[in-house]
């Protein structure tokens, strides 16, 4: 079973960092590209970073780069969302996906096949 698994979503006060992880079960994350989403209450769910398989191609929404960052350790399965210098617009679900098409970053939903079922941030005083 295809599987991806958020984690490192929390409460933390503005001007605090996390640090997300998507974990992937029963598929090898080498051969896709990854991307970060989040849905706010009330609005669409945006893209906000995106890798290629290898790393090479890295795109960010203009609101948080600076202060996110997306890696990954396909020796670990694994895809990263450092985020700093968080603010109170950045509350959010937030998802990882992975597009079969491995070698382009995409900021749209309808471009990846599989999700995991997201983890809450939530930026508060």
């Known amino acids: 079973q295809l599987q991806l698994v958020e984690s490192g979503g929390g409460l933390v006060q503005p001007g605090g960092s996390l640090r997300l992880s998507c974990a992937a079960s029963g598929f090898t994350l080498d051969y896709y590209a990854i991307g970060w989403f989040r849905q706010a209450p009330g609005k669409e769910r945006e893209g906000v970073s995106c890798i290629s398989h290898k790393g090479g191609i890295i795109n960010s929404l203009d609101s948080v780069k600076g202060r996110f960052t997306i890696s990954r350790d396909n020796a670990k399965n694994t895809v990263s969302l450092q985020m700093n210098s968080l603010k109170p617009e950045d509350t959010a679900i937030y998802y990882c996906?992975?597009?079969?098409?491995?070698?382009?970053?995409?900021?749209?939903?309808?471009?990846?096949?599989?999700w995991g079922q997201g983890t809450q941030v939530t930026v508060s005083s």
């Open positions: 996906a992975a597009r079969r098409s491995p070698y382009y970053c995409s900021g749209y939903t309808k471009d990846y096949n599989y």
